[in-house]
C-alpha cells in the first residue's frame, strides 16, 4: 500500500528558531499535499494544499510567511516553521494523494519550542 | 466550505458490545468519505471509506452507512475488543485527490475489558 514518511517525529527548538518537517511519498507520486495541525484532544486542522511545482495555498488565518511549505517534487512536501514561538507548539500532520492511493497520512511531527 | 459534525465526543463500551459513531456534513457535493483511527502520537489511520455510489461497506467487524438524502454517515464497530480504543475521526471532501479532506471533530472511543 501508499506510504507516507514524516520527519523528524519529535522536534524540540527553542523560541525564534526555524523547524523543518519532510512529508515522502514512497511508493507513489504525491500529486497534491496537505498539511494539517492538530492541537491536544482537537480534530485535525488543514494549513494548506500544495501541488508539485506550484505555490501552496494556505486556509485563511494560517500565516505563509511563517509556515513555508514547498512541494518541489511530486515524492517530497516540506513544511518550515519560520521564528518559532511557543504557540506554534503542535502536532504537524501531512497527508498525500496520488493515483489510485487516496489519502495517505504521514506519522506526524510533535513540534515542541520553548 | 463543508461543515463535519461528529457524535458522540466520548463513548465508553464493554468488550464485546458493539459501538456507533454518527457524522454529518453539509456540502451535497462531497462524494466520499472516509473514517480514520487515531493513536497517541500517530497519524490517522484508514480503517474504511465509501464514497457516494454506495449505501454501505463492510469489512469484517467494521461497517459504514449513508445516507445521502439526510447527508449523514456512521461507523459500526462490532465485538468491540480493547485495541479498538483510540480517538476515530469521520472526515467528507468533494473532489477526491485534489481537495483536502474536511474531518469531525473526533470520537475518543474507551472499549473496557
Partial sequence: GAVVSQHPSRVICKSGTSVKIECRSLDFQATTMFWYRQFPKQSLMLMATSNEGSKATYEQGVEKDKFLINHASLTLSTLTVTSAHPEDSSFYICSATGGLYGYTFGSGTRLTVV | ?113
Avoid: M
Fill in chain 2, 1 to 113: 466550505g463543508e461543515n463535519v459534525e461528529q457524535h458522540p465526543s466520548t463513548l465508553s463500551v464493554q468488550e464485546g458490545d458493539s459501538a456507533v459513531i454518527k457524522c454529518t456534513y453539509s456540502d451535497s457535493a462531497s462524494n466520499y468519505f472516509p473514517w480514520y483511527k487515531q493513536e497517541l502520537g500517530k497519524g490517522p489511520q484508514l480503517i474504511i471509506d465509501i464514497r457516494s455510489n454506495v449505501g454501505e461497506k463492510k469489512d469484517q467487524r467494521i461497517a459504514v452507512t449513508l445516507n445521502k438524502t439526510a447527508k449523514h454517515f456512521s461507523l459500526h464497530i462490532t465485538e468491540t475488543q480493547p485495541e479498538d480504543s483510540a480517538v476515530y475521526f469521520c472526515a467528507a471532501t468533494s473532489d477526491t485527490g485534489r481537495r483536502a479532506l474536511t474531518f469531525g471533530s473526533g470520537t475518543r472511543l474507551q472499549v473496557q475489558p
